[in-house]
């Protein structure tokens, strides 16, 4: 069973930056598309940005031109860059491989990491 440990939150005030991390414990993790999905409280979780195994990414429209996507496939880990953040990123940060409609691959979720946007 692939464990995914998310690292990297904090809390932070409006217009500042944070850079998560996710390592995957798959040997098979650079054939994925790997991608960050966040929870915030009574709602869904969906996702936000993700990355192919070319490296082509995409972005939701809430998070474009903020957030970047990046992964190491050698350290078998993706990351996210969240600049400019506001209060509406408050969430609970996690990482999976994605797959089709945007659903998670992997059947168990990490911990998470919380990210806290307020002054």
């Known amino acids: 069973q692939v464990q995914l440990v998310e690292s990297g939150g904090g809390l932070v005030q409006p217009g500042g930056s944070l850079r998560l991390s996710c390592i995957a414990s798959?040997?098979?993790?650079?054939?994925?598309?790997m991608g960050w999905y966040r929870q915030a409280p009574g709602k869904q979780r969906e996702l936000v940005a993700h990355?192919?195994?070319?490296?082509?990414?995409n972005y939701a429209d809430s998070v474009k031109g903020r957030f970047t996507i990046s992964r190491d496939n050698a350290m078998n880990t993706v990351y996210l860059q969240m600049n400019s953040l506001k209060p509406a990123d408050t969430a609970v940060y996690y990482c999976?491989?994605?797959?089709?409609?945007?659903?998670?691959?992997?059947?168990?979720w990490g911990q998470g990491t919380q990210v806290t946007v307020s002054s």
């Open positions: 999976n491989a994605v797959g089709p409609l945007s659903s998670p691959v992997f059947a168990s």
């Open positions: 798959t040997r098979a993790f650079s054939i994925y598309t």
């Open positions: 990355i192919t195994r070319g490296g082509s990414t």
